[in-house]
Antibody, heavy 122, light 106 residues
Framework: QVQLQESGPGLLKPSETLSLTCTVS????????LNWIRQSPGKGLEWIGY???????NYNPSLQSRVTISVDRSKGQVSLKVTSVTSADTAVYYC????????????????WGRGTTVTVSS | SYELTQPPSVSVSPGQTATITCSGD??????ACWFQQKPGQSPVLVMF???KRPSGIPERFSGSNSGSTATLTISGTQAMDEADYYC?????????FGGGTKLTVL
Protein backbone atom coordinates (compact mmCIF):
# COMPACT_ATOMS: atom_id res chain seq x y z
CA GLN A 1 0.00 0.00 0.00
CA VAL A 2 1.45 3.33 -1.08
CA GLN A 3 1.89 5.85 1.70
CA LEU A 4 2.60 9.55 1.54
CA GLN A 5 4.29 11.58 4.26
CA GLU A 6 4.70 15.33 4.34
CA SER A 7 7.56 16.96 6.18
CA GLY A 8 9.10 20.37 6.61
CA PRO A 9 9.44 23.35 8.94
CA GLY A 10 6.34 24.12 10.93
CA LEU A 11 7.01 27.80 11.61
CA LEU A 12 7.96 30.52 9.17
CA LYS A 13 8.22 34.28 9.29
CA PRO A 14 6.48 36.52 6.77
CA SER A 15 8.38 36.86 3.47
CA GLU A 16 10.24 33.57 3.95
CA THR A 17 10.02 30.59 1.59
CA LEU A 18 7.98 27.56 2.55
CA SER A 19 9.64 24.28 1.59
CA LEU A 20 7.89 20.97 2.11
CA THR A 21 8.64 17.42 1.03
CA CYS A 22 6.26 14.57 0.29
CA THR A 23 7.91 11.17 0.56
CA VAL A 24 6.19 8.52 -1.52
CA SER A 25 6.77 5.04 -0.19
CA UNK A 26 7.10 2.76 -3.17
CA UNK A 27 8.21 5.62 -5.39
CA UNK A 28 6.48 8.04 -7.74
CA UNK A 29 5.30 5.65 -10.41
CA UNK A 30 3.93 6.11 -13.89
CA UNK A 31 0.44 7.38 -14.61
CA UNK A 32 0.20 9.22 -11.31
CA UNK A 33 -0.37 12.81 -10.34
CA LEU A 34 1.03 14.05 -7.06
CA ASN A 35 -0.96 17.01 -5.80
CA TRP A 36 -0.38 19.51 -3.05
CA ILE A 37 -3.50 20.69 -1.24
CA ARG A 38 -3.83 22.91 1.80
CA GLN A 39 -6.47 23.70 4.37
CA SER A 40 -6.42 26.90 6.39
CA PRO A 41 -7.72 26.69 9.96
CA GLY A 42 -11.45 26.10 9.93
CA LYS A 43 -11.62 26.40 6.14
CA GLY A 44 -12.04 24.16 3.12
CA LEU A 45 -9.60 22.42 0.84
CA GLU A 46 -7.53 24.49 -1.59
CA TRP A 47 -5.63 22.92 -4.44
CA ILE A 48 -2.09 24.25 -4.83
CA GLY A 49 -0.85 22.32 -7.83
CA TYR A 50 0.34 19.00 -9.20
CA UNK A 51 3.27 17.27 -10.77
CA UNK A 52 2.64 14.38 -13.15
CA UNK A 53 5.03 11.44 -13.23
CA UNK A 54 6.38 12.77 -16.53
CA UNK A 55 7.42 15.96 -14.72
CA UNK A 56 4.65 18.14 -16.12
CA UNK A 57 3.32 20.61 -13.59
CA ASN A 58 0.33 22.89 -13.22
CA TYR A 59 -0.56 25.33 -10.48
CA ASN A 60 -3.57 27.08 -9.03
CA PRO A 61 -3.72 30.39 -10.90
CA SER A 62 -4.15 32.25 -7.61
CA LEU A 63 -0.79 30.90 -6.36
CA GLN A 64 1.08 30.33 -9.60
CA SER A 65 3.50 33.21 -9.24
CA ARG A 66 4.79 31.88 -5.90
CA VAL A 67 4.65 28.09 -6.24
CA THR A 68 7.05 25.49 -7.58
CA ILE A 69 6.57 21.71 -7.42
CA SER A 70 9.42 19.38 -8.32
CA VAL A 71 10.37 15.73 -8.03
CA ASP A 72 13.48 13.85 -6.95
CA ARG A 73 12.84 10.36 -8.29
CA SER A 74 15.96 8.90 -6.74
CA LYS A 75 14.60 9.74 -3.32
CA GLY A 76 10.91 9.16 -4.12
CA GLN A 77 10.19 12.71 -2.99
CA VAL A 78 8.06 15.54 -4.34
CA SER A 79 8.81 19.04 -3.12
CA LEU A 80 6.68 22.15 -2.74
CA LYS A 81 8.08 25.65 -2.52
CA VAL A 82 5.99 28.74 -1.84
CA THR A 83 7.80 32.04 -1.82
CA SER A 84 7.03 35.26 0.07
CA VAL A 85 4.68 33.67 2.58
CA THR A 86 2.18 35.64 4.64
CA SER A 87 -0.22 34.71 7.41
CA ALA A 88 -2.67 33.68 4.69
CA ASP A 89 -0.38 30.73 3.94
CA THR A 90 -0.91 29.31 7.43
CA ALA A 91 -2.50 25.93 6.83
CA VAL A 92 -2.25 22.18 6.98
CA TYR A 93 -0.50 21.07 3.81
CA TYR A 94 -1.34 17.71 2.29
CA CYS A 95 0.09 15.73 -0.58
CA UNK A 96 -2.31 13.40 -2.36
CA UNK A 97 -2.01 10.97 -5.26
CA UNK A 98 -4.27 10.38 -8.24
CA UNK A 99 -4.00 7.66 -10.88
CA UNK A 100 -4.75 8.19 -14.56
CA UNK A 101 -5.22 5.15 -16.79
CA UNK A 102 -4.11 4.86 -20.39
CA UNK A 103 -7.49 6.17 -21.54
CA UNK A 104 -6.97 9.30 -19.40
CA UNK A 105 -9.63 8.34 -16.91
CA UNK A 106 -8.88 9.62 -13.43
CA UNK A 107 -9.49 7.57 -10.31
CA UNK A 108 -9.68 10.21 -7.61
CA UNK A 109 -7.27 11.41 -4.94
CA UNK A 110 -7.18 8.05 -3.26
CA UNK A 111 -4.05 8.32 -1.12
CA TRP A 112 -3.40 11.28 1.17
CA GLY A 113 -0.66 12.03 3.60
CA ARG A 114 -1.45 12.92 7.19
CA GLY A 115 -0.66 16.55 6.52
CA THR A 116 1.85 18.92 8.03
CA THR A 117 0.96 22.16 9.77
CA VAL A 118 2.68 25.33 8.66
CA THR A 119 2.28 28.53 10.65
CA VAL A 120 3.44 31.90 9.36
CA SER A 121 3.98 34.38 12.16
CA SER A 122 6.41 37.12 13.02
CA SER B 1 -12.40 30.69 -12.48
CA TYR B 2 -14.52 27.59 -12.09
CA GLU B 3 -16.53 27.24 -8.89
CA LEU B 4 -18.27 24.34 -7.18
CA THR B 5 -21.02 25.30 -4.76
CA GLN B 6 -22.14 23.16 -1.83
CA PRO B 7 -24.62 23.89 0.96
CA PRO B 8 -22.70 24.77 4.13
CA SER B 9 -24.64 22.30 6.22
CA VAL B 10 -27.01 19.35 6.00
CA SER B 11 -28.74 17.63 8.89
CA VAL B 12 -30.15 14.12 8.92
CA SER B 13 -31.62 11.75 11.47
CA PRO B 14 -29.93 8.40 12.02
CA GLY B 15 -31.17 5.79 9.59
CA GLN B 16 -32.49 8.38 7.14
CA THR B 17 -31.08 9.41 3.78
CA ALA B 18 -28.67 12.32 3.52
CA THR B 19 -28.29 14.17 0.25
CA ILE B 20 -25.41 16.55 -0.39
CA THR B 21 -25.32 18.55 -3.59
CA CYS B 22 -22.53 20.18 -5.55
CA SER B 23 -23.28 22.64 -8.33
CA GLY B 24 -21.08 23.93 -11.09
CA ASP B 25 -21.36 25.05 -14.68
CA UNK B 26 -21.86 21.96 -16.86
CA UNK B 27 -20.60 19.81 -14.02
CA UNK B 28 -22.40 16.83 -15.53
CA UNK B 29 -19.93 16.89 -18.40
CA UNK B 30 -17.07 16.29 -15.99
CA UNK B 31 -16.38 13.56 -13.46
CA ALA B 32 -17.07 14.42 -9.83
CA CYS B 33 -15.37 13.02 -6.75
CA TRP B 34 -16.40 13.24 -3.12
CA PHE B 35 -14.30 13.28 0.05
CA GLN B 36 -15.20 12.75 3.68
CA GLN B 37 -13.15 14.54 6.32
CA LYS B 38 -13.52 14.03 10.04
CA PRO B 39 -12.00 16.46 12.55
CA GLY B 40 -8.24 16.24 12.74
CA GLN B 41 -8.04 13.70 9.92
CA SER B 42 -7.03 13.74 6.28
CA PRO B 43 -9.77 13.64 3.65
CA VAL B 44 -10.89 10.21 2.48
CA LEU B 45 -12.11 9.53 -1.05
CA VAL B 46 -15.64 8.12 -0.89
CA MET B 47 -16.69 8.47 -4.54
CA PHE B 48 -14.91 8.88 -7.87
CA UNK B 49 -16.02 9.09 -11.49
CA UNK B 50 -19.41 10.30 -10.24
CA UNK B 51 -20.67 7.01 -8.85
CA LYS B 52 -17.82 4.59 -8.17
CA ARG B 53 -16.97 3.63 -4.62
CA PRO B 54 -13.35 2.95 -3.69
CA SER B 55 -12.62 -0.29 -1.94
CA GLY B 56 -13.70 -0.18 1.67
CA ILE B 57 -16.40 2.48 1.27
CA PRO B 58 -19.80 1.20 2.45
CA GLU B 59 -22.54 0.56 -0.06
CA ARG B 60 -24.75 3.13 1.65
CA PHE B 61 -22.69 5.78 -0.15
CA SER B 62 -23.79 6.47 -3.72
CA GLY B 63 -23.29 9.25 -6.24
CA SER B 64 -24.76 10.78 -9.34
CA ASN B 65 -23.94 13.65 -11.65
CA SER B 66 -26.11 15.26 -14.29
CA GLY B 67 -26.64 18.69 -15.75
CA SER B 68 -25.01 21.10 -13.36
CA THR B 69 -25.34 19.12 -10.15
CA ALA B 70 -23.48 16.22 -8.61
CA THR B 71 -25.07 14.50 -5.63
CA LEU B 72 -23.70 12.36 -2.86
CA THR B 73 -26.34 10.23 -1.18
CA ILE B 74 -25.88 8.39 2.08
CA SER B 75 -28.62 5.86 2.74
CA GLY B 76 -29.29 4.66 6.27
CA THR B 77 -27.02 7.37 7.64
CA GLN B 78 -25.05 6.40 10.71
CA ALA B 79 -23.54 8.51 13.45
CA MET B 80 -20.09 7.67 12.08
CA ASP B 81 -20.97 9.47 8.84
CA GLU B 82 -21.00 12.84 10.60
CA ALA B 83 -18.20 14.74 8.91
CA ASP B 84 -17.37 17.43 6.37
CA TYR B 85 -17.88 16.42 2.76
CA TYR B 86 -16.16 18.00 -0.22
CA CYS B 87 -16.90 17.59 -3.90
CA UNK B 88 -14.13 17.95 -6.45
CA UNK B 89 -13.76 18.05 -10.21
CA UNK B 90 -11.12 18.84 -12.78
CA UNK B 91 -11.57 21.94 -14.91
CA UNK B 92 -9.06 23.17 -17.49
CA UNK B 93 -6.32 21.01 -16.00
CA UNK B 94 -6.97 22.39 -12.51
CA UNK B 95 -8.32 20.57 -9.49
CA UNK B 96 -11.32 22.41 -8.04
CA PHE B 97 -12.92 21.72 -4.66
CA GLY B 98 -16.33 22.74 -3.43
CA GLY B 99 -16.51 24.74 -0.24
CA GLY B 100 -17.56 21.75 1.82
CA THR B 101 -20.73 20.62 3.59
CA LYS B 102 -20.93 19.81 7.26
CA LEU B 103 -23.15 16.76 7.71
CA THR B 104 -24.75 16.55 11.13
CA VAL B 105 -26.42 13.34 12.22
CA LEU B 106 -28.90 14.05 14.99
Amino acid sequence: QVQLQESGPGLLKPSETLSLTCTVSGGFTSNHYLNWIRQSPGKGLEWIGYIYYSGRTNYNPSLQSRVTISVDRSKGQVSLKVTSVTSADTAVYYCAREFEDNNTYLYGLDVWGRGTTVTVSS
Amino acid sequence: SYELTQPPSVSVSPGQTATITCSGDKLGSKYACWFQQKPGQSPVLVMFQDNKRPSGIPERFSGSNSGSTATLTISGTQAMDEADYYCQAWHSDNVVFGGGTKLTVL
